[in-house]
């Protein structure tokens, strides 16, 4: 049920921060149930593996499985062993001549261990190197299937995946919070093989051909001298790179906004970017475009907010996913596309479908839903799953094909080729995650890390002295076949179609389908990025490429860094808003959001337990926040478990704050340091100082605050004005949570950020 999911959500959240909470229990960690504090010393089988882990599937050239052997996954038996199986008896102590004396070279044990831990790590993605993941299920509505014939598109069709959420830039042990684009790649084991969605969670690019990759890339990464920046796009080369380039105008308009400070995987849009061409049975062709909803609602950090994760909880969103999946509160998308007609010309309303730097508003071709993803369980190990998977757009199944994107192009080589370094060799289909469900009759032979044993003596075609077989499958079969696309009459040139010179026109319109917050969120992050800019001659530059955007834009980020604002070159291209690229102005669900409770011995104990249950039934996740951990009315026969206390919680983790006041008037609540109830001290002369800063925080952030009872006290001392939008003290607690949850389906109180009258 909604409740007992939400209870595990708190007890995971609890336990994540508080190292294993008040049951002293890891989440996730089989066997951890009761654990003593010495070390348990009688054997025990390891965990069972999961079903797509049990071993190599191994087949051969004629599709025969090899039987494998039953004991291939690792962590087998209750003992200890090498890497051989030989049992050992001490993995503490090198073998040494005495107590005292030398370490032995015959130590074969210690040999084997130390090289391979020397040898644990493999080389990090050259991009999206740190990452998130989890498995799940997609179901299909069947919608899709007038446009193709993917089978796993099929009505009620239901199709286990994997998906990867990670940031661009940084390294693996970066933090999560950082201004980029966010990778949003999934993992389809259809039965007829697998399909790799490779999106982002922005619907353009910064390039408009593979080949510029390494340059964007090159001025994003951190400079090659000092390796600085780490994981952010505020230094010069990337504001180098992308002030001359302009195709990047429209992608980094979108880094700049909210959408670059997603404020969980679970709250981004996916979009695959690039228009792929999708095939009915028939044959029939459409041009499609995939968008990834959340179920959850698009919601993203304010800028400070995000900046001060980054310190507080660096694993910030990769928590977020674990703990909710964790807890059964198992995030959705809908899988959406947009459809065109496959035309010739590859335009729709004039706009260009082989541009990546270009979308199509909704407002022009409605996003159609075709199937739901739900993850519901993490990964079981993050290096063998997370690490170790390869995703490649070139991963494709019949009913879906690609269209000549000059990026797609390029992206089709990359993928592929990345592996081998990263992944050691040309195998890595064989590693478990990135194993197929479909049957494998494939003729590649050898090469590092080959865990299958091939048997037949013919691997190519034709053959006779293996029967001839595999044999080819046709369309019957479900035998891939590319589209016979016809390719314009052309000379071999290095040149890009004239459609692609507009470089502005997408990046006014996402400008202009803006509300005025957000408006005000691109100036700051512009203005941000730019004063960490070292060169004038870039920040100039830059400039000149907002004027040709919006004059008001251009002006505030000019005035903000001290410079004049330049004027466009000419008229500014004449662009309707799409409303929907806005991610306000909508009401969203409010499950799984979380509200930290300040309390402490003076509270009014019988509101908290109602409130918190309350909070709990709405969906939500109550966290009780006290001067110390332990418990609130120890001696009241109920107390009030504490999941925070002010050494731990920072007001980032809150999506709204809640004061329980103390009963009687005149006397000190919230974090008195002498936490003894009722010692009369005088309001507000103790108030602990972390309080007032997670209440001016969350102010400053937007967030919800109410309270009961003397609450006002505290609000005060933190310098809030009682009256001002979104905070609340009123007698009833049930009914300030009333309001407190309405003011969270918009996400936060914005009407607390003033903005300028002219963006109107
Ligand atoms: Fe890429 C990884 C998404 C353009 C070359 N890319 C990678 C990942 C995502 C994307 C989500 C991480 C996959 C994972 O979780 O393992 N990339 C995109 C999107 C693009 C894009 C949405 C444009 C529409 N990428 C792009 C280009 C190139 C690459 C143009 C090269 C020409 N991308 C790579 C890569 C990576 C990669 C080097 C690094 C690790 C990997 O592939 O497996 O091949």
Same mark, same amino acid.
């Given at each position: 049920?909604?409740?007992?999911?939400?209870?595990?959500?708190?007890?995971?959240?609890?336990?994540?921060?508080?190292?294993?909470?008040?049951?002293?229990?890891?989440?996730?960690?089989?066997?951890?149930?009761?654990?003593?504090?010495?070390?348990?010393?009688?054997?025990?089988?390891?965990?069972?593996?999961?079903?797509?882990?049990?071993?190599?599937?191994?087949?051969?050239?004629?599709?025969?499985?090899?039987?494998?052997?039953?004991?291939?996954?690792?962590?087998?038996?209750?003992?200890? @062993?090498?890497?051989?199986?030989?049992?050992?008896?001490?993995?503490?102590?090198?073998?040494?001549?005495?107590?005292?004396?030398?370490?032995?070279?015959?130590?074969?044990?210690?040999?084997?261990?130390?090289?391979?831990?020397?040898?644990?790590?493999?080389?990090?993605?050259?991009?999206?190197?740190?990452?998130?993941?989890?498995?799940?299920?997609?179901?299909?509505?069947?919608?899709?299937?007038?446009?193709?014939?993917?089978?796993?598109?099929?009505?009620?069709?239901?199709?286990?995946?994997?998906?990867?959420?990670?940031?661009?830039?940084?390294?693996?042990?970066?933090?999560?919070?950082?201004?980029?684009?966010?990778?949003?790649?999934?993992?389809?084991? @259809?039965?007829?093989?697998?399909?790799?969605?490779?999106?982002?969670?922005?619907?353009?690019?910064?390039?408009?051909?593979?080949?510029?990759?390494?340059?964007?890339?090159?001025?994003?990464?951190?400079?090659?001298?000092?390796?600085?920046?780490?994981?952010?796009?505020?230094?010069?080369?990337?504001?180098?790179?992308?002030?001359?380039?302009?195709?990047?105008?429209?992608?980094?308009?979108?880094?700049?906004?909210?959408?670059?400070?997603?404020?969980?995987?679970?709250?981004?849009?996916?979009?695959?970017?690039? /228009?792929?061409?999708?095939?009915?049975?028939?044959? &029939?062709?459409?041009?499609?475009?995939?968008?990834?909803?959340?179920?959850?609602?698009?919601?993203?950090?304010?800028?400070?907010?995000?900046?001060?994760?980054?310190?507080?909880?660096?694993?910030?969103?990769?928590?977020?996913?674990?703990?909710?999946?964790?807890?059964?509160?198992?995030?959705?998308?809908?899988?959406?596309?947009?459809?065109?007609?496959?035309?010739?010309?590859?335009?729709?309303?004039?706009?260009?479908?082989?541009?990546?730097?270009?979308?199509?508003?909704?407002?022009?071709?409605?996003?159609?839903?075709?199937?739901?993803?739900?993850?519901?369980?993490?990964?079981?190990?993050?290096?063998?799953?997370?690490?170790?998977?390869?995703?490649?757009?070139?991963?494709?199944?019949?009913?879906?094909?690609?269209?000549?994107?000059?990026?797609?192009?390029?992206?089709?080589? %990359?993928?592929?080729?990345?592996?081998?370094?990263?992944?050691?060799?040309?195998?890595?289909?064989?590693?478990?995650?990135?194993?197929?469900?479909?049957?494998?009759?494939?003729?590649?032979?050898?090469?590092?890390?080959?865990? &299958?044993?091939? %048997?037949?003596?013919?691997?190519?075609?034709?053959?006779?002295?293996?029967?001839?077989?595999?044999?080819?499958?046709?369309?019957?079969?479900?035998?891939?076949?590319?589209?016979?696309?016809?390719?314009?009459?052309?000379?071999?040139?290095?040149?890009?179609?004239?459609?692609?010179?507009?470089?502005?026109?997408?990046?006014?319109?996402?400008?202009?389908?803006?509300?005025?917050?957000?408006?005000?969120?691109?100036?700051?992050?512009?203005?941000?990025?730019?004063?960490?800019?070292?060169?004038?001659?870039?920040?100039?530059?830059?400039?000149?490429?907002?004027?040709?955007?919006?004059?008001?834009?251009?002006?505030?980020?000019?005035?903000?860094?001290?410079?004049?604002?330049?004027?466009?070159?000419?008229?500014?291209?004449?662009?309707?808003?799409?409303?929907?690229?806005?991610?306000?102005?909508?009401?969203?669900?409010?499950?799984?959001?979380?509200?930290?409770?300040?309390?402490?011995?003076? %509270?009014?104990?019988? /509101?908290?337990?109602?409130?918190?249950?309350?909070?709990?039934?709405?969906?939500?996740?109550?966290?009780?926040?006290?001067?110390?951990?332990?418990?609130?009315?120890?001696?009241?026969?109920?107390?009030?478990?504490?999941?925070?206390?002010?050494?731990?919680?920072?007001?980032?983790?809150?999506?709204?704050?809640?004061?329980?006041?103390?009963?009687?008037?005149?006397?000190?609540?919230?974090?008195?340091?002498?936490?003894?109830?009722?010692?009369?001290?005088?309001?507000?002369?103790?108030?602990?100082?972390?309080?007032?800063?997670?209440?001016?925080?969350?102010?400053?952030?937007?967030?919800?605050?109410?309270?009961?009872?003397?609450?006002?006290?505290?609000?005060?001392?933190?310098?809030?004005?009682?009256?001002?939008?979104?905070?609340?003290?009123?007698?009833?607690?049930?009914?300030?949570?009333?309001?407190?949850?309405?003011?969270?389906?918009?996400?936060?109180?914005?009407?607390?950020?003033?903005?300028?009258?002219?963006?109107?």
């Amino acid at each position: 049920s909604m409740k007992e999911t939400v209870e595990k959500v708190v007890d995971t959240v609890v336990d994540a921060v508080s190292g294993g909470g008040p049951s002293g229990t890891i989440p996730g960690r089989p066997g951890s149930e009761s654990p003593s504090l010495d070390e348990p010393t009688e054997p025990r089988e390891p965990p069972a593996p999961k079903p797509d882990q049990s071993g190599p599937e191994a087949f051969t050239a004629t599709g025969r499985a090899v039987d494998a052997p039953p004991t291939a996954r690792a962590q087998a038996g209750p003992y200890l @062993t090498t890497a051989q199986g030989l049992r050992l008896a001490d993995t503490d102590h090198s073998l040494k001549a005495g107590p005292r004396g030398p370490v032995l070279l015959q130590d074969h044990h210690l040999r084997e261990k130390i090289m391979h831990f020397d040898h644990e790590r493999i080389p990090e993605r050259v991009v999206h190197a740190r990452g998130a993941a989890a498995h799940g299920v997609f179901r299909a509505y069947g919608t899709a299937a007038t446009v193709t014939k993917a089978a796993f598109l099929a009505k009620d069709a239901e199709t286990p995946i994997f998906l990867r959420f990670s940031p661009v830039l940084g390294s693996r042990g970066s933090a999560d919070t950082v201004r980029d684009t966010r990778g949003f790649a999934t993992k389809f084991y @259809t039965a007829e093989g697998v399909f790799d969605l490779v999106g982002n969670n922005m619907p353009v690019f910064f390039i408009q051909d593979a080949i510029k990759f390494p340059d964007v890339i090159h001025a994003g990464k951190p400079h090659p001298d000092r390796e600085i920046p780490q994981a952010q796009s505020a230094h010069d080369t990337f504001w180098d790179f992308v002030s001359l380039h302009t195709e990047a105008t429209h992608h980094t308009l979108w880094n700049m906004s909210d959408r670059g400070i997603p404020r969980s995987y679970r709250t981004m849009e996916g979009f695959g970017v690039h /228009t792929f061409r999708l095939v009915d049975a028939a044959g &029939a062709t459409s041009l499609v475009k995939f968008h990834w909803k959340p179920k959850a609602g698009v919601h993203s950090l304010l800028w400070e907010e995000a900046q001060l994760i980054n310190g507080v909880d660096p694993d910030f969103h990769r928590r977020d996913l674990a703990d909710a999946i964790e807890a059964g509160a198992y995030p959705q998308w809908e899988l959406g596309i947009q459809v065109f007609p496959d035309t010739p010309e590859q335009t729709f309303e004039g706009i260009d479908l082989l541009d990546p730097t270009k979308i199509v508003p909704e407002e022009l071709a409605p996003v159609q839903p075709i199937g739901l993803l739900t993850l519901n369980a993490n990964p079981v190990n993050y290096f063998a799953e997370t690490e170790q998977v390869a995703f490649h757009p070139g991963h494709l199944v019949p009913g879906i094909d690609v269209t000549d994107d000059p990026l797609l192009a390029g992206r089709l080589f %990359s993928y592929l080729d990345t592996q081998i370094t990263r992944l050691g060799g040309p195998n890595f289909a064989q590693i478990p995650i990135n194993r197929t469900h479909a049957p494998v009759n494939d003729m590649l032979r050898d090469g590092f890390h080959q865990t &299958a044993v091939h %048997s037949g003596v013919a691997p190519y075609k034709p053959n006779s002295l293996d029967g001839g077989c595999p044999f080819f499958a046709g369309q019957q079969e479900g035998g891939y076949r590319e589209t016979p696309v016809r390719v314009p009459a052309a000379g071999k040139v290095r040149e890009a179609p004239a459609s692609f010179a507009d470089h502005f026109s997408q990046p006014r319109q996402f400008w202009l389908s803006l509300t005025p917050v957000e408006r005000e969120h691109v100036i700051a992050a512009y203005t941000f990025e730019l004063g960490k800019v070292y060169e004038q001659a870039i920040k100039e530059r830059t400039l000149r490429v907002l004027a040709e955007v919006d004059p008001y834009l251009c002006e505030q980020v000019a005035q903000g860094l001290g410079l004049p604002a330049p004027k466009p070159a000419g008229p500014l291209p004449a662009v309707e808003p799409s409303p929907a690229l806005s991610q306000l102005g909508r009401t969203w669900p409010t499950t799984g959001r979380i509200i930290g409770i300040v309390a402490d011995e003076r %509270s009014d104990l019988e /509101t908290v337990r109602a409130v918190r249950q309350a909070i709990l039934d709405g969906g939500m996740v109550p966290l009780v926040i006290a001067p110390a951990g332990g418990t609130l009315g120890a001696g009241s026969g109920d107390p009030v478990t504490v999941q925070r206390t002010f050494a731990t919680a920072r007001s980032v983790e809150f999506d709204a704050l809640l004061l329980a006041g103390a009963p009687a008037p005149g006397k000190d609540a919230y974090g008195a340091r002498d936490a003894k109830a009722g010692n009369g001290a005088p309001a507000g002369a103790l108030i602990d100082p972390r309080v007032p800063l997670m209440l001016s925080e969350a102010f400053r952030h937007a967030k919800p605050l109410g309270g009961w009872a003397d609450a006002d006290q505290a609000l005060t001392a933190a310098g809030i004005d009682t009256a001002a939008p979104g905070v609340l003290v009123a007698g009833s607690g049930e009914a300030v949570l009333e309001e407190v949850v309405r003011l969270l389906g918009q996400h936060r109180v914005w009407e607390r950020f003033p903005t300028a009258a002219d963006l109107v």
